[in-house]
């Protein structure tokens, strides 16, 4: 079974410019969740999605930031204009749906961003 | 709001025991988790408590007890690529998001 892809891996981009991130989850997985991380620090969440709704998103600074699942599956992460504070890694992770087991989370091997 | 507390970092030799404490103070609680995560990698799902008590899994041990928001991960017969960042995860109640501590990073030596 293939895992949560997400492209691009690294991404360098100048301050002020946009950048967009992609990602697959795993077949049959109704929840997806888009993490932040900085270096030595654990996983922040930025945004959950049920199917294609959007149920937490308080924590997405909506300013800058934007997502969207459309048709409920892949998922895109947008940052428009980057700052230097939002370099990070950007992880995505989906789990099954509720009651049908302890609803772990699967992350991707996240995109690295960095911001000049 | 939830605040979730683990040492910042620890080292051990190879072959020895090791347990890495998590604390948690949340309004609601429907599981514990542990993650780990190699420098460069995604964290990986190691172990899942909703009741008290030890959950075993080969090397890998994990406890909860409720009563005092408090949750060890214990790591038998180390080895060298057991150096990671070990990551306390809560989920407060329902089916919600998970919730990370800050990660305790692992370093094991010969």
């Known amino acids: 079974e293939a895992g949560v892809v997400q492209s691009p891996r690294y991404k360098i981009i100048e301050k002020k410019q946009p950048v967009a991130f992609w990602c697959n989850p795993i077949s049959g997985h109704n929840t997806l969740y888009w993490y932040l991380q900085n270096l030595g620090q654990g996983p922040e969440l930025l945004i959950r999605y049920e199917n294609e709704e959007a149920v937490d998103d308080s924590q997405l600074p909506k300013d800058r930031f934007s997502a969207e699942r459309l048709k409920g599956v892949d998922s895109t992460l947008k940052i428009q204009p980057a700052e230097l504070g939002d370099s990070a890694v950007y992880l995505c992770?989906?789990?099954?749906?509720?009651?049908?087991?302890?609803?772990?989370?699967?992350f991707g091997e996240g995109s690295r961003l960095t911001v000049l | 709001g939830q605040n979730i507390d683990q040492p910042t970092e620890m080292t051990a030799t190879e072959g020895a025991i090791v347990q890495i404490n998590c604390t948690y103070q949340t309004s609601g609680f429907n599981g514990l988790f542990w993650y780990q995560q190699h420098a460069g990698e995604a964290p990986t799902f190691l172990s899942y408590?909703?009741?008290?008590g030890l959950e075993e899994k080969g090397r890998f041990s994990s406890f909860l007890s409720r009563s005092k928001g408090y949750s060890y991960l214990l790591l038998k017969e180390l080895q060298m690529k057991d150096s990671a960042s070990y990551l306390c995860a809560v989920r407060d109640s329902g089916y919600s998001t998970l919730t990370f501590g800050k990660g305790t990073m692992l370093l094991v030596s010969p």
């Open positions: 992770a989906s789990s099954p749906t509720k009651g049908r087991n302890t609803g772990e989370l699967f």
């Open positions: 408590n909703v009741l008290d």
